[in-house]
């Protein structure tokens, strides 16, 4: 599907405004809405893509910048060794609850928009990957996607490095889909393993997928990132999202017109 050129906007939150970017299909309509949180470095030019192929398949996705208490609205920080040990420190200057009342604040921005359908889901990568976690625990978020979501088995997000993810999974009710690289350095056998135990015990419905690949082998840019793992977890999410969530007026027109027409 052709999609509009991203809009920006500025959601309040208890913590001060957040920047959000907001890609969706270009055809009038209503869609599923999908938040999805970035790594450690913000909205880079691979996160836009990424978003912007959710778009492309039928939603409405929304990227809020989750450091917007400690950078200025727009900042990007870069896949460099500066920028990571920034976003490093970011991660746990923030509080936890602070990462929370912004997935809420987000997550009520895409049911209050006249286009959205209501039918919500959440997806992330890295650290986005364990915010999409904790945003998973929502009761109207019906499916999450995490990719290789960092610190979970630590229980070092935020502030004081001591949060309660595993404590607070038996608060997903939507369907979980987990991907892992197996030679991921920040995400061992032991601590995957504690992940997977701690969601059996609550008993959620999850599905959860280990491929050969490194930290970060979804973006598409850098020596790590692998075309064709990227290509068999687009099949996977894709499927969650759809069954899940919806096609909203993905078949047809808002006048009856082909689905032809949006291509």
């Not at 997550?107 to 990957?129: A, E, F, H, N, P």
């Not at 004081?160 to 889909?177: F, Q, V, Y």
Request: aromatic share 8%; with cysteine; proline share 5%.
């Amino acid at each position: 599907m052709l999609i509009k050129d991203s809009e920006v906007v500025d959601i309040n939150t208890p913590t001060g405004e957040m920047r959000a970017h907001i890609f969706r299909p270009a055809a009038p309509g209503n869609y599923p809405g999908i938040l999805m949180f970035s790594e450690i470095f913000q909205v880079t030019a691979p996160i836009r893509r990424t978003a912007a192929m959710l778009a492309g398949h039928g939603f409405i996705v929304a990227c809020p910048e989750i450091y917007h208490e400690l950078e200025p609205a727009g900042t990007v920080l870069s896949y460099d060794e500066e920028g990571t040990t920034r976003g490093n420190a970011h991660k746990i200057t923030k509080e936890v609850h602070a990462y929370d009342s912004d997935a809420r604040a987000v997550l009520d921005y895409l049911k209050s928009r006249d286009d959205c359908t209501g039918r919500l889901g959440v997806m992330g990568i890295c650290v986005g990957g364990h915010l999409a976690f904790r945003a998973a625990m929502n009761p109207d978020v019906l499916a999450a996607v995490c990719f290789y979501a960092t610190d979970i088995h630590k229980r070092a997000l935020g502030l004081g490095k001591n949060d309660n993810s595993l404590e607070r999974a038996g608060e997903i009710k939507g369907e979980l889909l987990h991907i892992w690289g197996r030679q991921d350095p920040h995400v061992p056998l032991e601590g995957r393993n504690m992940v997977k135990a701690r969601l059996d015990e609550v008993g959620t419905r999850y599905t959860w997928h280990e491929f050969n690949g490194q930290h970060a082998f979804m973006r598409d840019e850098g020596h790590r990132y692998d075309p064709a793992l990227s290509r068999l977890s687009w099949d996977l999410l894709l499927e969650l999202f759809h069954r899940r969530l919806g096609w909203g007026d993905l078949d047809s027109d808002t006048d009856g017109a082909p689905a032809e027409s949006r291509h």
